[in-house]
C-alpha cells in the first residue's frame, strides 16, 4: 500500500530545537514514575514519561518552565533547564477529608450528570492534532516488532458524534524480526485509528451511555488527586450475563468542573470464547488463540477550560498454539499515543478520506525501517524504554 503523505494548510511548527530531558520519580520511595503528563505551559506542546519515568520534550523557543501531573500525585511546575539532564520528584497528593466532603452520591447520578456535562466541557470548535504512536509486539519478554508514527487526528465539535473524526500517518518506520518464527498471522484490534475509535467520551456508544449503564454495578471508591484536584471515582463492574463479553472499568471525574479526566477498562477474560470475538480480526486456521488480557487507559487534559483526549494506551496479551505442534506462546501487543501539539480555527483543517487511515490497514504496511538516527528530530515522541532500546539494537544486529 502508499502511504499517504498529508499536506496541512496551517503554518507548519518551526524547528524543534530546544528539548529539555530528565527523569520524574516518586519523592519518597524513588521509583521511576510511568506516564507523568509532560507539558509546556504557554504552549500546546505535550508528551509523557515512559516506564523507565525519562522524558524529552521539544519546543520551537527556549523553554522558562515545565510542568507534570499524574494521578494521585501532586502536579509540579518547575524552572526548564536544557543544559543537563533534570531530576523531578513527585510527592502524593494526599488530603484529608472534612466530614461534610464525604461524597457519599448515588454513582449512577453521578456518572449521568458527567455525561450530561460533555458537550458543555469538552470543545464546542472542530481541532486538530499531531499525536506520536507507537505500537510493540513482544514473544515472551523478547520484542519481535516495533512501529512508530507521527500521525494526525481530526477531531469534530463534541457535539457532533457522527462528525469527520479521522487520522493521518504523516510519517512513520518500523523493525521487525528477520525470523521466521516469529512471524505470527494473527491480527488483533487496535492501530492509530484508536484514538478516534476508543475514545469513549466522545464516542458513547461503549459505557457511557443509558443502555450500557444499566448492565454494571457502580459503587464509589476514594476518591484521589490530579492537578492538585480531587477526582470522583467509580468502578463498574457488570451484573448481566450477556452475549459479548463485557468491560470492567474505573472512571474518574473532576469533583469540580463534572469532566471525565481517566477511564480504565479491561475485558471480561471468563469466557474466552465471548473474549475472542471482540480481540480477534483473523488467524490462520490451524493456530488456537487464546486470550488472557485486553485493556484501556485514557487520559483526558484540561485546558482552556476544556477537557481533551490526552494519552491512550491499549495492551492486549494472548498465547497461541498450533495444533500440530507442541508449543505455546504468550504474546504481549501494546499500542500507545500521545497528543503533541494542538491547533484550532483556521488551522483544525479536516483530513480528507483519501488521507486517512483506516482502522483494517495496519500500519505496517505503510512505513518504512528505521535508518535515520535524527528521524524525530522535529516532533515530540515518548521516549523509548532501555528495554526497547535494548532491543531495536538486536532487531537492527538481527
Known amino acids: 500500500m502508499c502511504l499517504f503523505v498529508s499536506v496541512w494548510a496551517y503554518g507548519q511548527t518551526d524547528t524543534l530545537r530546544y528539548a529539555v530531558r530528565g527523569t520524574v520519580r516518586d519523592a519518597s520511595g524513588g521509583k521511576p514514575l510511568a506516564y507523568v503528563s509532560v507539558t509546556l505551559p504557554g504552549s500546546n506542546f505535550a508528551t509523557v514519561t515512559n516506564n523507565d519515568g525519562s522524558f524529552v520534550i ?36 494526599e488530603f484529608t477529608l472534612d466530614p461534610a466532603q464525604i461524597i457519599n452520591g448515588d454513582p449512577l447520578t453521578i456518572l449521568r450528570e458527567a455525561i450530561y456535562k460533555i458537550s458543555e466541557n469538552c470543545p464546542s470548535e472542530p481541532e486538530l492534532f499531531e499525536c506520536f504512536y507507537r505500537e510493540t509486539a513482544q514473544k515472551r519478554n523478547r520484542f519481535i516488532y516495533v512501529s512508530e508514527a507521527v500521525t494526525k487526528m481530526y477531531k469534530s465539535s463534541f457535539s457532533n458524534m457522527f462528525g469527520r473524526d479521522r487520522t493521518a500517518v504523516e510519517k512513520s518506520r518500523l523493525l521487525t524480526s528477520p525470523r521466521r518464527s516469529d512471524t505470527l498471522a494473527v491480527k488483533v484490534v487496535g492501530g492509530p485509528t484508536q484514538a478516534v475509535e476508543l475514545d469513549l467520551v466522545k464516542r458513547r456508544s461503549v459505557i457511557l451511555n443509558d443502555a450500557d449503564l444499566e448492565d454494571y454495578t457502580l459503587e464509589m471508591m476514594d476518591p484521589v488527586m490530579l492537578d492538585d484536584r480531587r477526582q470522583l ?13 463485557q468491560q470492567h472499568g474505573v472512571v474518574y471525574i ?22 475472542t470475538r471482540v480481540m480477534l480480526v483473523k488467524k490462520p486456521a490451524d493456530i488456537r488463540f487464546k486470550p488472557k488480557e485486553m485493556s484501556l487507559l485514557l487520559n483526558y487534559k ?22 500440530r505442534r507442541l508449543w505455546n506462546t504468550e504474546f504481549t501487543a501494546i499500542a500507545e499515543m500521545v497528543v503533541t501539539n494542538r491547533f484550532n480555527g483556521a488551522d483544525a483543517v479536516p483530513i480528507d478520506r483519501a488521507e486517512s487511515f483506516r482502522s483494517s490497514e495496519s500500519l505496517a504496511d505503510k512505513t518504512q525501517v528505521y535508518a535515520d538516527p535524527d528521524f524525530w528530530k522535529d516532533y515530540n515522541i515518548i521516549e523509548p524504554t532501555e528495554s526497547l532500546e535494548h532491543a531495536l539494537g538486536r532487531l537492527r544486529k538481527d
Open 58 to 93: 521539544k519546543s520551537d523557543v527556549p523553554p522558562l518552565f515545565v510542568s507534570f501531573s499524574l494521578l494521585g500525585y501532586k502536579s509540579l511546575t518547575v524552572p526548564a533547564d536544557r543544559e543537563q539532564m533534570m531530576r523531578v520528584t513527585l510527592n502524593r497528593g
Open 233 to 245: 471515582v467509580i468502578k463498574l463492574t457488570p451484573v448481566l450475563d450477556s452475549d459479548y463479553a
Open 254 to 275: 473532576d469533583q469540580e468542573t463534572m469532566s471525565f479526566t481517566r477511564i480504565e477498562m479491561s475485558l471480561d477474560m471468563s469466557d474466552p470464547v465471548k473474549a
Open 302 to 323: 484540561r485546558e482552556d477550560g476544556k477537557s481533551r483526549l490526552s494519552y491512550v494506551r491499549t495492551v492486549f496479551r494472548f498465547n497461541c498454539d498450533a495444533r
